[in-house]
């Protein structure tokens, strides 16, 4: 069975202040995610991995819940940046081969 996380949204960014880069500002959102994914820390290495000063955080499933809280912080102004950037790990990772071989 193949599993799908998707982005389902952000909240109003906050925390606004300048950056090396220009204005960087704090997110929250949430992902969908089956109840029993465990790929929330390898998300998080990614995304720390690439953004180096940006950092994700994933939350738990609770009450088996389909739905995580992210934060993510030190990120630029751009919602549609971000989402396309998080979207874009979520598929390196369900792409990786030891992922796949615990789907069949």
């Given at each position: 069975m193949e599993t799908?996380?998707?982005?389902?949204?952000?909240?109003?960014?906050?925390?606004?202040?300048?950056?090396?880069?220009?204005?960087?500002?704090d997110v929250q959102g949430q992902l969908r995610a089956p109840s029993d994914w465990v790929g929330e820390h390898r998300l998080e290495?990614?995304?720390?991995?690439?953004?180096?000063?940006?950092?994700l955080g994933v939350g738990l499933a609770v009450a088996n819940s389909h739905h995580r809280h992210i934060i993510l912080t030190n990120v630029p102004d751009d919602l549609d940046w971000v989402r396309s950037e998080l979207e874009s790990l979520i598929a390196e990772l369900m792409a990786e081969p030891e992922r796949q071989a615990s789907d069949a």
């Open positions: 799908h996380i998707t982005v389902e949204g952000f909240d109003r960014p906050n925390n606004r202040r300048s950056g090396p880069d220009g204005t960087i500002v290495q990614l995304w720390n991995r690439r953004h180096g000063r940006a950092k």
